[in-house]
């Protein structure tokens, strides 16, 4: 449990009961800020319009009542260290400030605000500022990015109050150079008074308050607790050592009979404890961890609207107040320390960081591999799963076999669920796997449209599967169609993807005239086939409609001039068969071909 003393400029109690702050709505009495943390009790009005009858400010418009203030509070500060430097400003989240930051010595020369924001509070935010927000929203729109300062520098900060409702606020610095310069970050010069500033300090702790003075005769102390001063009995010395919340007064007492009083308000803020918290293990799935689900653990019975939770990844981060964490945290793999910091609102130098606790997170298993596979029906089995299984893990199949892959002959669906289990919490993956029996295909028909010297080639089969197409030695291709096939003998593959088998046919490609008009008018007077000539001993043999053979062509016959034995043929249809000597030296018969054809008279 840790408490450093701060030197505060604004808390003020006007009784000890309640606290207030001074206000000042006029930037030419803005009140000093030293060290850290004044806390407001609200603002009513803007007294002198401090912009001149000006429309804007910065992001700042006027309001209803004709001027950019509302109600307004100005306050004045300057650094006494270089560095970054933020603030916080505490608010009610039903409430909608705006502030801007001024850069300046002279409140007549304001100039544009550095920093200025004038957001509406739409997403009900605790905090405005500059910096991070230290509730660990990252998204809050109202807040504006950090100030880099140097030391000796003058800053007028106006806040301003837009609701109808008036709760008040909390300024709080944050920032480096207060974990560089704890104590001097602000220039507490800027504060005249015998005793110092007001002094802000945590339960427990003693201040010594110091009136040493040149040549003084004597000392005298008063204190007001809320019923006005009353001597303190016994205290004549130069300092005094307090314990209590109160506004103190001194009386010295000079050689030439004149006095110097001096006052100065102290306030105590109560000192937070951590309390114990439970270690947490999560899934890695789950995309993040809820910490503010740990608030109330470490809280205990004490007031949430007192005490601030907040929690980091180190223990100096924790000391210093640096990287909060956001609330919807996303961890890495693995286990890790979780720092906790609890701080007074009143005063944020008042906090406990003794306590973390480990947080947990398990590899939810991956599960990676093919959920579509196809076994060739004259295989044994194939291997489906995780070929590479992590040893920390249990596996199980739809199955009942217990490994990350297993051997399968049969159609169907298997799912396979991997588990890791720690610490009292099971992470689990599931992916289904489906198998089908992939057979070898089978051309059931070869459909050739012949248009003479482009002709197409449509490859059909009866059995379903992933299939690829070939003519001749060219390139598959997925299609189970052939453009622009030149005329002759041809041979088409089908292919089964999964390697499950492959079938070749041999065509020939012809083109011949799907009628013919033998009228002697020396246009289509005779038919004939195209295509037949780089076939060995190709024979066409033509037929009427009852199968009588009529004409006998081959490749050095000119064609058939519908006659037989003389005679002219009547207007019908007629067929044909192709005949060939194939490599292999038999006579075969070419099939696929749509072997029909007209006579016209």
Known sequence: MRCIVAILALVFFMRVQNAVAQVSPDCSNAIPICNNTPVNGGTNGF??????????????????????????????????????????IGIDSNEDWDFALYQTSDCNNLGDPIRCNFFDNQDANTFIGIGEDPSGDTTNVQYEDWIQVTSGQDYYLLINNFSNNNSGFSIQFSGQIFVTNPYDALDCSIIDNLLGPPISACENDTVLLDATTSNATNYEWFIDGGNGFQLISGENNATLQVTNSALYRTRVSL???????SEVQVAFSALPMSFPISDDTICSDL??????????????????????????TSYSDAVNGMNVLPEQYIPGIGAQTIYVRVSSLENPRCFDVS??????????????FPTEVEICEDNSGIAIGDPFPNVGFHYLWSSGEATSSIIVSQEGTYTLTATNSQNGETCTSSLTVRVRVSRPPEITDIIIEDVQNNNSVTVITNVEGDFE????????????????????????????????????????????????????????????????????????SIFDRFGKLLKSLDSNTIGWDGRFNGQEVPSSDYWFRLTYVDANGELTTAKYINNHFSLRR
């Not at 912009?51 to 004045?76: D, H």
């Not at 499950?500 to 046919?505: D, F, I, L, R, W």
């Open 47 to 88: 007294g002198l319009d401090d912009f001149n009858g000006a429309a804007t400010s910065g992001c700042l418009e006027e309001a209803l009542v004709g001027a950019i203030e509302s109600n307004s509070a100005w306050y004045r500060f300057r650094t006494g260290a270089s560095g970054q430097l933020g603030i916080n």
């Open 255 to 261: 050689p030439s009979g004149s006095t110097i009083i």
């Open 287 to 312: 995309g993040g961890y809820n910490l503010s689900q740990k608030n109330n653990q470490v809280l205990g019975s004490q007031d949430p609207q007192e005490f601030r939770v907040s929690y980091y």
């Open 355 to 368: 306590q973390q606790f480990q947080l947990t997170v398990l590899q939810t298993p991956v599960l990676d």
């Open 469 to 540: 197409y070939r003519l001749d030695d060219g390139p598959y291709q997925s299609a189970n169609v052939f453009s622009e096939v030149l005329p002759g003998m041809h041979s088409v593959t089908v292919n089964n993807r999964s390697g499950c088998g492959a079938v070749t046919e041999n065509i020939v490609v012809v083109g011949f005239p799907k009628f013919f008009t033998p009228n002697g008018d020396n246009i289509n007077d005779d038919w004939h086939i195209i295509g037949i000539s780089n076939l060995q001993n190709p024979v066409i």
